[in-house]
C-alpha cells in the first residue's frame, strides 16, 4: 500500500520503521521543527530524524487547514494515513483525502483516556494495565471506532519505560492490521465510558506530603520520569524523586532523615527516596547526597 505518515514524538517510531520495511511510505508528515534546552537550540523531531535515515521524503508542517498543504497531500493519492502522536486533530478536508481513511494508534484502551496524555494518565489513575487501540479516525479527539486492541502490564514501570513498550505493541499491531484491513470490522466506542486523558502539568507530579497514600506517590513518580520528575515541597523548596519505596514505618513528620535516607509521610505509612534531585543539583542516589548534605537542616 501507498502510505502517508503523520507522527512527531519517539513514541511513533517504531511504526514509522515497521511500515518502511512492509510498505511505500511516500511521505512522512510531522511538526516544525523546535526550540528545547537551556540554549534554545533549534531540534527535529524524532519522526523527522527516522524518516530522513530511512531515506523518506518528509513535510514539516502544523498547518493542515491550509489548502496548499492539503493540496501537497492530495497528489499522493495515498491508499492510507496512519498516523501516531502527530500533536494534532486531522480536519475533515484531510481525513476524507485516503482510499481507505485515516488509522490512528492511540496509546490507551478506548474509550477510557481519549486525548493527550493516556499513558501517564493510567499510571496515575491507579490502572494495572495500559494499551493501544487502533481507531478509524473521525472529526472527533479519539472518538472513532476501534480495530484492535492490546494491552501491557503497567507494574513498575516508569512513563518512559511504558511509552517504549506501548510504541513496539502499536507497531506490531499496526502491521498485523494491514493485510486484513479489506475484510477488517470496526467496533463502535462505547461512549458511556468515556474519560479524557488531559496534557499533564507540572502540579501532576506534586507529592502531597502526609495526604496522598504511598501507592499515590508512587505512581507520580512513575508518571513523572518521562517528564520532569514527581517533587515534593519542604522547607520552601522543591526536591525531584525518581525513584522510591512503599515502607513499614510510622513518621511523626512529614520527612525523616535517618541512617543516610530519606523517608516521607504519606497518608497511609511512609515511603523511602532512593533517587532525588535538590535544587540546583544533580539527580542523586539518596545516601550519596546526604554525605555532605541535609534537606531537614536546609530550613
Not at 149 to 167: A, F, N, P, V
Not at 175 to 197: G, N, R
Amino acid at each position: 500500500m501507498k502510505i502517508v505518515f503523520f507522527g512527531t514524538p519517539a513514541f511513533a517510531c517504531p511504526s514509522l520503521k515497521k511500515l518502511a520495511e512492509k510498505e511505500e511510505v511516500a511521505l512522512v508528515v510531522t511538526r516544525p521543527d523546535s526550540y528545547k534546552g537551556r540554549g534554545r537550540k533549534k531540534v527535529e523531531s524524532d519522526v523527522a530524524k527516522t524518516a530522513k535515515d530511512l531515506g523518506l521524503k518528509v513535510l514539516k508542517t502544523d498547518q493542515l487547514r491550509d489548502k496548499d498543504i492539503q493540496d501537497q497531500l492530495a497528489k499522493e493519492e495515498a491508499d492510507l494515513y496512519v498516523v501516531v502522536a502527530y500533536g494534532q486533530i486531522l480536519p475533515k478536508e484531510v481525513l476524507d483525502q485516503p482510499k481507505y481513511f485515516c488509522l490512528n494508534i492511540h496509546g490507551s484502551i478506548l474509550p477510557k483516556y481519549r486525548g493527550a496524555a493516556p499513558i501517564e494518565r493510567a499510571i496515575l489513575e491507579g490502572e494495572e494495565r495500559a494499551g493501544i487501540s487502533l481507531m478509524k479516525m473521525e472529526e472527533g479527539l479519539d472518538s472513532g471506532p476501534v480495530f484492535a486492541q492490546g494491552s501491557l502490564e503497567i507494574g513498575h514501570k516508569t512513563g518512559l519505560e511504558l511509552r517504549e513498550d506501548l510504541s513496539h505493541l502499536g507497531a506490531d499491531l499496526l502491521m498485523d492490521f494491514l493485510p486484513t484491513i479489506d475484510q477488517a470490522k470496526a467496533q463502535d466506542q462505547d461512549e458511556s465510558q468515556v474519560t479524557y486523558a488531559e496534557k499533564i502539568s507540572k502540579e501532576d507530579g506534586h507529592l502531597n506530603l502526609g495526604q496522598d497514600t504511598s501507592f499515590q506517590m508512587l505512581r507520580k513518580i512513575q508518571a513523572m520520569d518521562g517528564y520532569k520528575g514527581a517533587y515534593f515541597t519542604y522547607g520552601g523548596e522543591n526536591y525531584k524523586v525518581f525513584l522510591a519505596r512503599e515502607v513499614k514505618k510510622n513518621l511523626q513528620e512529614n520527612l525523616l532523615e535517618e541512617g543516610g535516607q530519606v523517608f516521607l509521610r504519606t497518608k497511609d505509612g511512609a515511603i523511602q527516596v532512593d533517587l532525588l534531585q535538590a535544587p540546583g543539583k544533580k539527580r542523586m542516589k539518596t545516601g550519596d547526597y546526604l554525605r555532605g548534605n541535609s534537606i531537614v537542616k536546609n530550613i
